[in-house]
Nanobody, 116 residues
């Protein structure tokens, strides 16, 4: 399984971006999809996650501004980011955990830069 992330770019503070991550290959329904981010000099952190048939989970710093969703027919996970702040600047990476085959897959990352 390979993940292809897209949608990053440069945006002014207060703007919006929508990230997509499409998985190619066989995925089983018992999986969780998520977005992480890593800013320069900082540790990777969970932004949001959405398990199959379960409830979403968000980092406190993005609650109310970001929305994660998934389209299982397309094996794709999205991250809608609104009211972006300069501190949201980071490389955003998607992750899929397939619990049926006990595998974890990572995308290559997409850079989001928010200017003040």
């Amino acid at each position: 399984v390979q993940l292809q992330a897209s949608g990053g770019g440069v945006v002014q503070a207060g703007g919006s971006l929508r990230l997509s991550c499409a998985a190619s290959g066989r995925l089983f329904n018992m999986n969780s999809m998520g977005w992480y981010r890593q800013a320069p000099g900082k540790q990777r952190e969970l932004v949001a996650s959405i398990p199959y048939g379960g409830s979403t989970n968000y980092a406190d710093s993005v609650k109310g501004r970001f929305t994660i969703s998934r389209d299982d027919a397309k094996n794709t996970v999205y991250l809608q980011m609104n009211s972006l702040k300069p501190e949201d600047t980071a490389v955003y990476l998607c992750k899929i955990e397939d619990f049926f085959v006990k595998e974890t897959y990572w995308g290559q990352g997409t850079l989001v830069t928010v200017s003040s």
